[in-house]
C-alpha cells in the first residue's frame, strides 16, 4: 500500500509501493514504478457518498482512513468544499481515523453535478471526495399551451414551478393520450422552441380531445402539472404569409401597399384567415398593428410619412378549420419588408426640401379631408363603381392643385378630377370646428374616432353602397390610416394624413 | 530511402520508394490535423473543468496524475526515441483514447446532462482521436514501419473502458470526475506529443 498519506487517489510524494488493490481501469499500471497511486477506495473513504439534502438541511460527514501504513491517522486531515477549505471548528476527529464534519443551513449545490466535499491530508493531498447534491423538490409545472403547425404536429411549452431554480438537475417529461382511451404517451423530442417545450411530429389524431401534462423529477421528488385537455383542430397555427411585398402607390407620399400570399399549407382546408400587419418607420422601434385584416391578401397603410423607410410585417390566424368555432393561433410574423414612401421634389421658399409649403395649413386633419372629398363627390361625381383608384385620382389631383390654392384655401378647377362625367367645382374649406362630415365624425383632434353609416339624408348613389363603415373604433394612438381593400374602399381607421411638415393633402 | 532520426531527406536516393512528395503531404496533413486538435483538447479540458466545479478548475488543484487502463502519459525520454517509435506509441495512445471518452461522456452525460457543449466535445474528441491515430499510422505505414503491436480489438477496449465506467460510478462521482479530468489531460497530452512528433518530420522542421 502507499504510504500513511495515500487514499483513493495516493500522493505524489509517496514511494513507489505494490498496489493491493488494483482496478481494472488500472491494471496496466499496477508496479509500475514510477507511479504510486492508485484508486483504493479502501484506503479513505468519505461516508455519506455523493448525499441528496434540502436546501437549509445540516449534514454530517466523517473521513475514513483505513488500512496501512500504521500510523494513518486523523490528526492534520481537513476538508475543503467547492475548493475552499473548512473552519477548522467545523471539524472534529471522531478517533484515530476518522476526521468528523458538521455543516449547517446549506445553500443549494453551486453546480449540477454536485458540491465537491474533499478530505485532504496534512501535505494537501486529495483522500477522498463526495459530490454532494442540496436543492429543492421541484414544484409542479404551469401554463402549459400547446399548438400544431397545419394539423400535422404538436408542439407544447411549459413553464416550470419555482421559476425553474431547483439547484438540481431536473427533468421533465411531457406527457399525452387521448382523453377516452389509450396508453399514456412520452413526447420524445425536447428544447424544440426554448428549454421547456416539446415536440411531437406525427400521429395525432383530428377530432378528439387530447390529455396532455408535464411531470417534473429530480433526485429531492416529483410533481405533475395540471392535465391539459385540446382538441387538435382548436389550436392550429400556421407558416407567416409568404412573398410579402410592400410597394408605394404610384406617387403618393403617404402610402405604401402590402401584399401577401396565404399560407399554402392550409389551402386544401376551409378556413377563413385573419391577418394583422404591423409596421413601424426604419428607426424606431415602436410598432404599429393593424388588427382585423380579414381574410384579404392587400392592405393599404396610409397616413405615412414621406420620404421614409417603413418596415412591415404580416402575420396570419387561421380560424374555422373544419368548422371549429376556435380562433386559431398567430403565426409568427413574416420577415421584414421594406420600402420607403416617395418625396416629392419640391423646392420650398428657402430652396430646402424640409420647408413646409407657403399657403398650406400646418397639419391636414383627415377630417377635413374627407370631407372636401365627399363634398366633392356629391356635387361632381357620378361613380357606379366607386373605389379607392378614384380617391387615389382626386388626392392626386388635390396635390397638383395645392398650389395655386390661396390662404383661404380656395380649390382649383380642374379636370383631372376621378369623375368621368364632371369636373369637380370649387369648395371652400370647411373649418374644423364647423365639421358638417358624415356622422360620429370626430372633431378637434382631426381624427375618426367613429365611423358610421352617412346620414340617410345624403342621396343614395350607387358608388355609395361602396363605402361601407365598419363602425369599427379605430386606435387613437395609431398613426396613419390602414385601407385594407379587394379593390374596395373598405374602411378609414384613423387621419392624420401625412408628416408634421405639412405635405397633408387638403 | 535512407532515414536520419527525426527527418526525411535526400528524396532522390531511392526511387523505388513511394513518391516522397506524397508522404511529405501526408505527413504536413497530419501535423496540420494534429495542431488543430491539441487547440480542440486544450478546450475540451477548459469545458470540463468547469463544469466539475471547483477545485477542479483552480490553478493549485493537482490530483495525482494516474495512469489510465493501460494509458500513461508520454515518458520523459519519448522525445528521445527515433521517430517510427514514437510514432508508434502516439498511435497507440491514440487508439486506447475513444473508448475511455466515451466513458466520460456517459458519466458526464448523467452528471452534467445540461451541457451539451460539453458532451459534443468529447464526442468530438472521441472521433478526432481515432482520425489522427488512422492518420498517424498511415504515416508510419508509408515510412515502412509497422506498429510494434497488435493494436486491441475495438470491441475490447470498449469492454476495458465499460468495466472503467462500472469502476469509477460505483466509487463515487468524485473519483468519476477525476478520471475524466485525467482522460481529458491524457488526450491533450498525446495530441501535443504527436504533434511535435510530426512536425520534426515535416521536411524543413527541426531535425
Known amino acids: 500500500t502507499p504510504s500513511g498519506r495515500s487514499g483513493p487517489f495516493g500522493t505524489a510524494h509517496s514511494a513507489p509501493q505494490a498496489i493491493p488493490h488494483c482496478t481494472e481501469l488500472l491494471q496496466a499500471s499496477c508496479g509500475a514504478p514510477d507511479r504510486p497511486s492508485s484508486l483504493t477506495p479502501d484506503t479513505a473513504v468519505i461516508s455519506p457518498q455523493d448525499p441528496t439534502l434540502l436546501i437549509g438541511s445540516s449534514l454530517q460527514a466523517t473521513c475514513s482512513v483505513h488500512g496501512d501504513p500504521p500510523g494513518a491517522t486523523a490528526e492534520g486531515l481537513y476538508w475543503t468544499l467547492n475548493g475552499r477549505r473548512l473552519a477548522p471548528e467545523l471539524s472534529r476527529v471522531l478517533n484515530a481515523s476518522t476526521l468528523a464534519l458538521a455543516l449547517a443551513n446549506l445553500n443549494g449545490s453551486r453546480q449540477q453535478s454536485g458540491d465537491n466535499l474533499v478530505c485532504h491530508a496534512r501535505d494537501g493531498s486529495i483522500l477522498a471526495g463526495s459530490c454532494l447534491y442540496v436543492g429543492l423538490p421541484p414544484e409542479k409545472p404551469f401554463n402549459i399551451s400547446c399548438w400544431s403547425k397545419n394539423m400535422k404536429d404538436l408542439t407544447c411549452r411549459w413553464t416550470p414551478g419555482a421559476h425553474g431554480e431547483t439547484f438540481l438537475h431536473t427533468n421533465y417529461s411531457l406527457k399525452y393520450k387521448l382523453r377516452w382511451y389509450g396508453q399514456d404517451n412520452t413526447c420524445e423530442e425536447y428544447h424544440t422552441v426554448g428549454p421547456h417545450s416539446c415536440h411531437i411530429p406525427k400521429d395525432l389524431a383530428l377530432f378528439t380531445p387530447y390529455e396532455i401534462w408535464v411531470e417534473a423529477t429530480n433526485r429531492l421528488g416529483s410533481a405533475r402539472s395540471d392535465v391539459l385537455t385540446l382538441d387538435i383542430l382548436d389550436v392550429v397555427t400556421t407558416d407567416p404569409p409568404p412573398d410579402v411585398h410592400v410597394s408605394r402607390v404610384g406617387g403618393l407620399e403617404d402610402q405604401l401597399s402590402v401584399r401577401w400570399v396565404s399560407p399554402p399549407a392550409l389551402k386544401d382546408f376551409l378556413f377563413q384567415a385573419k391577418y394583422q400587419i404591423r409596421y413601424r418607420v426604419e428607426d424606431s422601434v415602436d410598432w404599429k398593428v393593424v388588427d382585423d385584416v380579414s381574410n384579404q391578401t392587400s392592405c393599404r397603410l396610409a397616413g405615412l410619412k414621406p420620404g421614409t423607410v417603413y418596415f412591415v410585417q404580416v402575420r396570419c390566424n387561421p380560424f374555422g378549420i373544419y368548422g371549429s368555432k376556435k380562433a386559431g393561433i398567430w403565426s409568427e410574423w413574416s420577415h421584414p419588408t421594406a420600402a420607403s414612401t416617395p418625396r416629392s421634389e419640391r423646392p420650398g421658399p428657402g430652396g430646402g426640401a424640409c420647408e413646409p409649403r407657403g399657403g398650406e395649413p400646418s397639419s391636414g386633419p383627415v377630417r377635413r379631408e374627407l370631407k372636401q372629398f365627399l363634398g366633392w363627390l356629391k356635387k361632381h361625381a357620378y361613380c357606379s363603381n366607386l373605389s379607392f383608384r378614384l380617391y387615389d385620382q382626386w388626392r392626386a389631383w388635390m396635390q397638383k392643385t395645392h398650389k395655386t390654392r390661396n390662404q383661404e384655401g380656395v380649390l382649383t378647377s380642374s379636370s383631372a378630377g376621378a369623375s368621368p362625367e364632371r369636373s369637380p367645382a370649387q369648395t371652400a374649406p370647411v373649418p374644423p370646428s364647423a365639421a358638417a362630415g358624415p356622422p360620429g365624425v370626430g372633431k378637434e383632434q382631426g381624427a375618426y374616432h367613429g365611423w358610421q353609416r352617412p346620414s340617410p339624408a345624403l342621396p343614395h348613389r350607387p358608388g355609395r353602397e361602396a363605402l361601407k363603415h365598419p363602425g369599427r373604433q379605430p386606435r387613437p394612438e395609431s398613426q396613419g390610416a390602414v385601407l385594407c381593400t379587394g379593390g374596395v374602399w373598405d374602411s378609414v381607421y384613423r387621419g392624420s394624413w401625412g408628416a408634421p411638415s405639412g405635405q397633408a393633402l387638403e | ?207
Open chain 2, 1 to 207: 530511402m535512407s532515414r536520419r532520426e527525426g527527418s526525411l531527406e535526400n528524396p532522390q536516393a531511392d526511387s523505388s520508394i513511394s513518391p516522397l512528395p506524397h508522404l511529405e503531404a501526408k505527413i504536413r496533413q497530419t501535423h496540420s490535423l494534429a495542431r488543430l486538435l491539441t487547440k480542440y483538447a486544450e478546450q475540451l479540458l477548459q469545458e470540463y473543468v468547469q463544469h466539475q466545479g471547483d477545485p477542479f478548475g483552480l490553478p493549485g488543484f493537482s490530483p495525482p496524475r494516474l495512469p489510465v487502463a493501460g494509458l500513461s502519459s508520454p515518458a520523459p525520454g519519448h522525445a528521445g526515441l527515433p521517430a517510427p517509435e514514437r510514432l508508434r506509441l502516439d498511435a497507440a495512445a491514440l487508439s486506447a483514447l475513444p473508448p475511455l471518452l466515451d466513458v466520460v461522456r456517459r458519466h458526464q452525460a448523467e452528471l452534467n446532462p445540461r451541457a451539451p457543449r460539453l458532451l459534443r466535445r468529447l464526442e468530438d474528441a472521441a472521433r478526432q482521436a481515432r482520425a489522427l491515430g488512422a492518420a498517424v499510422e498511415a504515416v508510419l505505414a508509408a515510412l515502412g514501419a509497422e506498429p510494434r503491436e497488435p493494436r486491441p480489438e475495438p470491441a475490447a477496449a470498449a469492454a476495458a473502458a465499460a468495466a472503467a465506467t462500472a469502476t469509477a460510478t460505483d466509487a463515487g462521482v468524485f473519483p468519476a470526475k477525476v478520471l475524466g479530468l485525467r482522460v481529458c489531460g491524457l488526450y491533450r497530452e498525446w495530441v501535443s506529443r504527436t504533434e511535435g512528433d510530426l512536425g520534426q518530420l515535416v521536411p524543413g522542421g527541426p531535425a
